[in-house]
């Protein structure tokens, strides 16, 4: 049975920091994509960042500068550090693990973004 965790969200000041986790079980983390995405009230949901097995990133136009994506293979867990956070970044978060044509997702997490 596969699942992805999330945990980390909240709500915190235009400016401050979070950090998400994901912790994931019954994949083989070694092998995935991992992500994260995101999803506003209103909004389709859209890429944040991405790193594959070669720890490679991708990140989405907003992140790039703010948002750093990592994982601890050990601990089958990745991670989204997000610094200068902006009102604009409040939205769901999703953790996602893609391999090939299967795709794995989170419950989401709350990022409140608001002073």
């Known amino acids: 049975q596969v699942q992805l965790v999330e945990s980390g969200g909240g709500l915190v000041q235009p400016g401050g920091s979070l950090r998400l986790s994901c912790a994931a079980s019954?994949?083989?983390?070694?092998?995935?994509?991992m992500g994260w995405y995101r999803q506003a009230p209103g909004k389709q949901r859209e890429l944040v960042a991405d790193i594959t097995r070669s720890s490679n990133t991708n990140y989405a136009d907003p992140a790039k500068g703010r948002f750093t994506i990592s994982t601890d293979n050990a601990k089958n867990t990745v991670y989204l550090q997000m610094n200068s956070l902006k009102p604009e970044d409040t939205a769901v978060y999703y953790c996602?693990?893609?391999?090939?044509?299967?795709?794995?997702w989170g419950q989401g997490t709350q990022v409140t973004v608001s002073s």
């Open positions: 019954g994949i083989n983390f070694s092998i995935y994509t």
């Open positions: 996602n693990a893609r391999w090939a044509t299967t795709r794995h």
